[in-house]
């Protein structure tokens, strides 16, 4: 999540130049055969203009699916944060007068599942940006937490070695944490531990984190459309190919009869440029939303939720020696 005001002039600059050379080299190229006499090259601007409207009508449907898919994973984590403020003031008060150490394991175990949720969230996936050298760059800017530690490292501050062990053997660790949670209240319930309404409260939490885990591992594990993504990027490169031969004529007639006639032609290079940059780059702009949980400046920032939650549960057992909060690195925090 950028944390600024707003992504700098240079810093799209810098993000999209790859995309600006090679939109300037289309531009320069129908330009300067136009300039040697292979004027056969100039088409007609209407039928471009038509197809310029089709790209932005499925350009924007496309940004707008973007930030659906961002804003809804950014409202599943605030439902995790309610939700587990929620469940640390119930379970501390419905088991901490019989049974105090059974509250901080299963405090412990929460701070795991966040952790391992987080960890699979930052799994890569085929469809994902990352791994393209535009991403990839940008990336040095800021932290990746799950990139810099290993999921054995982080769970280790918080479940015994036995229950470690048990986790780290299975292919879904936040569901089965959820289950080991789920089984220490049956126990806690069993033994007396927990009355009846205080059993069907923390269940009911149980229940909405599993909903919240599942609608994330939702939007992580089904890609925005393939058939939608594919047809924008192909109707888009059609238009940025076919926008500078659309306007060779026009501007090599716009100076006729006056002293710049036979220079207004080179003004097809910029005026190319700019149209086509634009495009390409509100495309781009949606393709760096579109995966909320990849590692991208414009994801949900996860790991700054659950570092978060951890302190507030920790904070309702008194406990002084809190971790620190995570800040932004060059206003990207994760």
Known sequence: MHSGKRFGAREFAVWTRRSILSLTALACIPTILYFFGYTFLSFPWQPIAIMGTAVAFIVGFKNNASYSRLWE?????GAIINDSRSFGYILRDALSAKNPDAVKVMFLRHYAWLTALRFQLREPRAWENMQTAQFGEYAKKY???ERLSTLDEELKRYLSETELHYVLG???????LMAAQSKALSRAYAEGEINDFQWTQINQQLIRFTDDQG???RIKNFPYPRNFSSITTYLLLLFIVFVPFGLLKEFDQLGDGTFVEGFTLWFNIPFSLLVTWCFHTLDSVGEASVNPFEGSPN???ITQISRTIEIDMRDMLDESNLPPAIVPKNN???
Not at 73 to 77: L, S, V
């Open 332 to 334: 990207i925090v994760l």
């Open 170 to 176: 299975k292919k879904n660790r936040a569901t089965q």
């Open 215 to 217: 609608k994330a591992e």
């Open 73 to 77: 994973a950014r409202q599943i984590y």
């Open 143 to 145: 932290d990746i937490p």
């Open 299 to 301: 994801d949900v920032p």
